[in-house]
């Protein structure tokens, strides 16, 4: 028989499995809407990656390390760390855990159908870096969102500096251009997971960190959603896990 141990130790025990429950297993609640059919739930918790997400032209800068999805953004690489999962309504909630192991910039893009482009595009996108959120929508037409990018590709390879939008420009509503639409400072620490959920109803957005809030509204998100992005940039790398991904209803009657 096993002697007894001391209470202090039981204690320090209880402490430390209630802490790893609340950054990893404390589940946000929705603010503005009501969750509704599963779409996906993803865990990574095969050796393989699983097909439910798509790796696109970055494969290599994906894979399955403890059971969650791990993602590199490398200096110089050739395509920039992006996939995507196909998740197709009207409204929806994303949820998921993320751990930063090197300092990065994670983007969650919700693409959907709009009305300039006769299809799908890129709608609005959620920023988390270690020390901010951030919401932005991408706006202007399809040919300007051409040009746009092949000027930007231009000048990277020339190493010049990237060209600025000009007041005219920004007037023209063809004009590409991702227009922020709202940021708060966070402390999101490396090497802990976080807890994130995202929801988007009609224009309104909320995205919920670790508690923290941040909201916007935007002005061409009210359409049906086809697929949401994962992308990572400024050389960093995290750990994704719990991925859940539901339609939704807007809250009525105070939430009722």
């Given at each position: 028989m096993h002697p007894a141990l001391p209470a202090s130790f039981l204690r320090i025990g209880l402490v430390s499995v209630l802490s790893a429950v609340s950054l990893h297993g404390e589940e946000l609640r929705p603010l503005i809407t009501k969750t509704g059919k599963v779409l996906v739930s993803e865990d990574f918790s095969g050796a393989e990656m699983p097909k439910v997400f798509r790796t696109l032209e970055s494969a290599a800068s994906f894979s399955i390390v403890e059971g969650a999805l791990q993602a590199v953004s490398r200096a110089g690489q050739k395509q920039s760390t992006h996939g995507v999962i196909v998740a197709k309504a009207h409204d929806l909630t994303i949820s998921f855990a993320v751990k930063f192991t090197k300092p990065g910039a994670l983007y969650i893009g919700v693409d959907g159908y709009k009305e300039?482009?006769?299809?799908?595009?890129?709608?609005?996108?959620?920023?988390?870096?270690?020390?901010?959120?951030?919401?932005?929508?991408?706006?202007?037409?399809?040919?300007?969102?051409?040009?746009?990018?092949?000027?930007?590709?231009?000048?990277?390879?020339?190493?010049?500096?990237?060209?600025?939008?000009?007041?005219?420009?920004?007037?023209?509503?063809?004009?590409?251009?991702?227009?922020?639409?709202?940021?708060?400072?966070?402390?999101?620490?490396?090497?802990?997971?976080?807890?994130?959920?995202?929801?988007?109803?009609?224009?309104?957005?909320?995205?919920?960190?670790?508690?923290?809030?941040?909201?916007?509204?935007?002005?061409?998100?009210?359409?049906?959603?086809?697929?949401?992005?994962?992308?990572?940039?400024?050389?960093?790398?995290?750990?994704?896990?719990?991925?859940?991904?539901?339609?939704?209803?807007?809250?009525?009657?105070?939430?009722?």
């Open positions: 300039s482009y006769k299809g799908n595009t890129h709608l609005v996108r959620f920023e988390l870096t270690p020390e901010r959120m951030a919401w932005d929508q991408h706006r202007g037409g399809p040919e300007s969102k051409h040009a746009v990018g092949e000027a930007m590709k231009a000048a990277r390879a020339a190493k010049q500096e990237l060209p600025k939008a000009t007041a005219e420009q920004l007037a023209d509503p063809t004009f590409f251009r991702i227009e922020g639409l709202a940021s708060k400072e966070i402390k999101c620490a490396l090497d802990e997971w976080h807890e994130v959920m995202i929801e988007v109803s009609g224009n309104e957005l909320v995205a919920q960190v670790d508690g923290e809030k941040l909201t916007a509204t935007a002005a061409e998100a009210d359409s049906m959603k086809s697929r949401i992005g994962f992308g990572l940039t400024q050389r960093g790398t995290v750990l994704i896990d719990r991925v859940r991904i539901y339609e939704n209803t807007p809250l009525k009657d105070g939430g009722k």
